[in-house]
């Protein structure tokens, strides 16, 4: 199985403050991977892993399940839980989702959450009925690339295939309904000109998660895909100050 170019995970061994970082449907890490290393530089320990299905072909996606890419995300969760005291979630679209719910599964074990254009709620009406449509359309068109940047591409897939896609409602529905139980605190990037995910999911965060404490800021120069675009530094040096001002040990970050 060949990965496509910047698809392969990423993991730094750093101090005992870490981060779990989760890409997007039919992308890969490619789209993470300067987010990452920005933490990394600084000192934390980052885990983010390839999610099941993804950054090969579309075709090896359709077998796979929202159970799947939460499961690799669990993973990469206790990997860096083991050696880290504090561990921060985040996320961009889908892996936002991801992010969240790791917040809901795992309580005090997580120090803070950061999500960037996260996809909590149905967007394609067609995934309503997936279950129907997959018989008679495999796949439809690619999500991937939504970056005002210019020549700046996202690696991703060109077709969705809808088989996996019409696993996500079940992940969203979940996610929406824990929303009350995340306690650490959210900080959430949202861009106002998103041609993928509409406004509806950071209204459903806002309004839901009544037990944390949720900061949401503008990307007004930016796409979907803000970790690759404009705006991209202030995403990281936002979420690296939040780390800083959230995490309770501090060992090993860099000032």
């Known amino acids: 199985m060949t990965l496509l170019p910047g698809a392969e995970p990423f993991r730094h061994a750093g101090g005992r403050v870490g981060a779990v970082l989760c890409h997007g449907f039919t992308g890969c890490p490619?789209?993470?991977?300067?987010?990452?290393?920005?933490?990394?530089?600084?000192?934390l320990t980052v885990d983010l892993p390839l999610l099941p299905g993804h950054g090969t072909t579309w075709q090896d996606m359709r077998p796979t399940t929202s159970d799947d890419w939460l499961g690799a995300a669990e993973d990469a969760f206790?990997?860096?839980?083991?050696?880290?005291?504090?561990v921060f979630v985040m996320g961009l679209s889908m892996g936002g989702c991801l992010a969240l719910r790791l917040a809901q599964r795992h309580g005090d074990e997580v120090a803070g959450v950061v999500v960037v254009n996260p996809s909590i709620a149905v967007e394609d009406r067609l995934l309503h009925?997936?279950?129907?449509?997959?018989?008679?359309?495999?796949?439809?068109?690619?999500?991937?690339?939504?970056?005002?940047?210019?020549?700046?591409?996202?690696v991703g897939y060109d077709r969705v295939p809808i088989?996996?896609?019409?696993?996500?409602?079940?992940?969203?529905?979940?996610?929406?309904?824990?929303?009350?139980?995340?306690?650490?605190?959210?900080?959430?990037y949202r861009s106002p000109d998103d041609h993928v995910i509409g406004p509806?999911?950071?209204?459903?965060?806002?309004?839901?998660?009544v037990n944390s404490t949720v900061t949401v800021h503008s990307l007004d120069d930016s796409y979907h895909?803000?970790?690759?675009?404009?705006?991209a530094e202030t995403v990281?040096?936002?979420?690296?100050?939040?780390?800083?001002?959230?995490?309770?040990?501090?060992?090993?970050?860099?000032?």
Request: aromatic share 4%; charged share 30%.
């Open 163 to 188: 088989a996996a896609a019409a696993t996500l409602p079940r992940l969203w529905r979940a996610t929406r309904r824990d929303l009350p139980s995340i306690t650490a605190p959210v900080l959430a």
């Open 129 to 154: 009925i997936g279950h129907v449509v997959k018989l008679l359309l495999p796949s439809v068109k690619g999500l991937a690339g939504d970056i005002k940047k210019p020549e700046t591409r996202e």
């Open 78 to 86: 206790a990997r860096v839980r083991a050696v880290c005291d504090d």
């Open 200 to 209: 509806e999911s950071l209204r459903i965060l806002t309004s839901r998660a």
């Open 30 to 43: 490619q789209s993470m991977r300067p987010w990452a290393e920005h933490l990394a530089a600084a000192g």
């Open 236 to 255: 990281f040096d936002g979420s690296l100050a939040f780390v800083r001002e959230h995490s309770r040990s501090g060992e090993g970050l860099e000032k």
């Open 225 to 231: 895909v803000a970790t690759l675009d404009n705006d």
